[in-house]
């Protein structure tokens, strides 16, 4: 059981910048393991960014060039730097491991979830 507890979210205005962060238990990670999803209200949750052990990072395309995703391995912190925000990227923010990435079937999956932060974007 990986314990994932996330914080950072808030509210900002369009064109800002928040970093939300993921605090995991100690946990072995092989492949796309690690990552974000995040959940619109009457939307699918989805994929947002994964990194993995070696720091290889994949992107939803509507977030590449504006999120970076990186992770702390001594203390075990996931991050996710958002910039220049747009409202469609409201919603809550959930941490994920034990996920995968299906790179050619744009396939993402995740494996257990924290609670989740809320990111409000106003226009």
């Known amino acids: 059981q990986v314990q994932l507890v996330e914080s950072g979210g808030g509210s900002v205005q369009a064109g800002g910048s928040l970093r939300i962060s993921c605090q995991a238990s100690?946990?072995?990670?092989?492949?796309?393991?690690m990552g974000w999803f995040r959940q619109a209200p009457g939307k699918e949750r989805e994929g947002v960014a994964a990194i993995d052990s070696d720091g290889n990072t994949i992107y939803k395309d509507s977030v590449k060039g504006r999120f970076t995703i990186s992770q702390d391995n001594v203390k075990n912190i996931l991050y996710l730097q958002m910039t220049n925000l747009k409202p469609e990227d409201s919603g809550m923010y959930y941490c994920?491991?034990?996920?995968?990435?299906?790179?050619?079937?744009?396939?993402?999956?995740?494996?257990?979830w924290g609670q989740g932060t809320q990111v409000t974007v106003s226009s």
């Open positions: 100690p946990y072995t990670c092989t492949g796309y393991c």
């Open positions: 994920t491991a034990d996920m995968d990435v299906d790179v050619a079937a744009d396939g993402w999956y995740g494996g257990y």
